[in-house]
């Protein structure tokens, strides 16, 4: 009788995830496998700090449009004399524009050392009219006072002057003392106003 090929030994099984399977695969010459519990805990920690760095960076830039948005504003209610003339010539068309829009009437009333808004209500009683931030009270900065106020065919306004838009805006003609001169608002019938600063020309 011939003898019988001797068997071979079955090579061990090895596991294919876990630690240990890791390790066996290593020795093996596998590379080590994926899923493990340590893969895992990096991938989850991989994800919180992902969404960290997100939440931050939104944080960042709410915050500079914040401050963007409070610096533009700021520039307006500066009591700076510039600024001050520039923001009552945007008060006047947007007086203009709410009248027209609304169909109630808006008066400004000019101050000794500010103005303030009114508006007509349902019984044509004239009433404050507070909507910020464009129609509330203003102090003028220091410099600034008014020199008069000429409504188109008619005579110098009083001294405590009223201006009035209704559905169609007046013509008129706004003067604000300056140490530099009087700064001209010229209020066009289309609610447009044009500012002529002191040594400009006339519109």
């Known amino acids: 009788m011939s003898a019988s090929p001797p068997l071979l030994n079955p090579s061990p ?3 294919l995830s876990g630690e240990g399977g890791s390790g066996a695969a290593r020795a ?3 590379p080590p496998a994926k899923g493990g519990r340590g893969d895992l805990a990096e991938r989850t920690h991989a994800q919180r700090g992902f969404t960290l760095i997100e939440v931050m960076v939104v944080l960042v830039i709410m915050g500079v449009m914040a401050t963007g948005i409070s610096l533009g504003i700021d520039s307006l209610r500066g009591r700076d004399a510039d600024q001050a003339l520039k923001r009552l010539r945007l008060v006047l068309e947007a007086s203009a524009d709410r009248a027209s829009v609304r169909g109630r009437p808006i ?3 000019l101050l000794p050392d500010g103005y303030r808004f009114a508006a007509l209500d349902a019984d044509d009683n ?3 009219l507070i909507d910020p931030p464009v129609f509330t009270e203003r102090t003028l900065p220091a ?3 008014w020199a008069g106020l000429r409504l188109d065919g008619q005579a ?3 001294a405590a002057p009223r201006l009035q838009f209704g559905t169609q805006a007046p013509e008129y003609e706004l003067r604000v003392a300056t140490p530099g001169g009087n700064a001209r608002f ?3 019938a289309s609610g447009e106003v044009i500012l002529s600063l002191p040594g400009q ?3």
């Open 13 to 15: 099984a090895l596991p």
């Open 156 to 158: 110098e306004a009083s």
């Open 143 to 145: 410099g600034l006072a």
């Open 186 to 188: 010229t209020g066009k």
């Open 28 to 30: 093996a010459g596998f």
């Open 126 to 128: 004239w009433r404050p």
């Open 201 to 203: 020309g006339a519109p």
């Open 107 to 109: 008066a400004i009333e």
